[in-house]
């Protein structure tokens, strides 16, 4: 799912400006849904629709300069209008999506079972954030080694990074390569059979307040009260 106004941010456009028509800061911009895509098709093997969230300010040479970007590297594009018509805005979007849920798939982690919990958060970093290297202090390395020695390796691992970036940066937009990813932290989800790899400045799940709503919420004579 993209958007207009999100790869012009990531061309660098004012969000002062960000409604208006910006070429160029696509044209920018337009590499970050690009190596998305890519990721999916070449590192995972699988096929890809692109969804565009068709708003009101996006002008047409916008949204045909998006479309036929990503129409070349083979990925299907649709206009989804749902946050305005509802399902209807997004009817073309399932038929498509039904489609190739039903076509063939070659799905492929980036790393083999077998390989090293070092090396999976390795291959990871570098052929889909394009990191040109992967770093931790001593303490991290020796709860990897620890986790590999007691048995833990064969599990996938999972990276929590800033959302906004293929960095662990979250300033540093569009398409960047040959960054540096630091893992700061190490967790075990044992039951749920993954480790976690914490990359730079995040929160992880489930991202609470310090006094979440659910503690004003209470039952109060059969009724509910609190929740809003």
């Not at 749902?82 to 009817?91: F, S």
């Amino acid at each position: 799912v993209a958007t207009v106004r999100a790869m012009k941010y990531h061309g660098g456009a004012d969000l002062k400006t960000i409604t208006q028509e910006n070429l160029a800061a696509l044209e920018k911009g337009v590499t970050n849904l690009e190596r998305h895509v890519e990721n999916v098709q070449k590192n995972y093997g699988i096929p890809c629709v692109v969804s565009i969230n068709r708003f009101n300010q996006d002008t047409q040479k916008e949204l045909d300069l998006l479309k036929s970007r990503i129409e070349k590297l083979g990925a299907k594009v649709v206009l989804a209008t749902h946050w305005g018509d509802g399902g209807r805005g997004a009817a073309e979007l399932a038929r498509i999506v039904v489609d190739l849920c039903e076509s063939k798939g070659n799905f492929q982690f980036v790393y083999e079972e077998q390989d090293t919990l070092w090396d999976k958060i390795n291959k990871i970093a570098k052929k889909i954030y394009r990191a040109s290297e992967v770093t931790a202090d001593g303490k991290v390395r020796a709860q990897i080694k620890k986790l590999q020695d007691d048995g833990y390796g064969r599990y996938p691992v999972c990276v929590a990074k800033t959302q906004y970036s293929f960095s662990t940066d979250a300033q540093l937009r569009a398409a960047p390569s040959n960054h540096v990813v630091n893992v700061r932290e190490v967790r075990l989800a044992a039951g749920a059979e993954f480790v976690v790899m914490i990359c730079g400045d995040i929160m992880t799940m489930p991202g609470l307040p310090k006094v979440p709503s659910a503690v004003k919420i209470d039952l109060v004579d059969g009724k509910v009260v609190g929740l809003f």
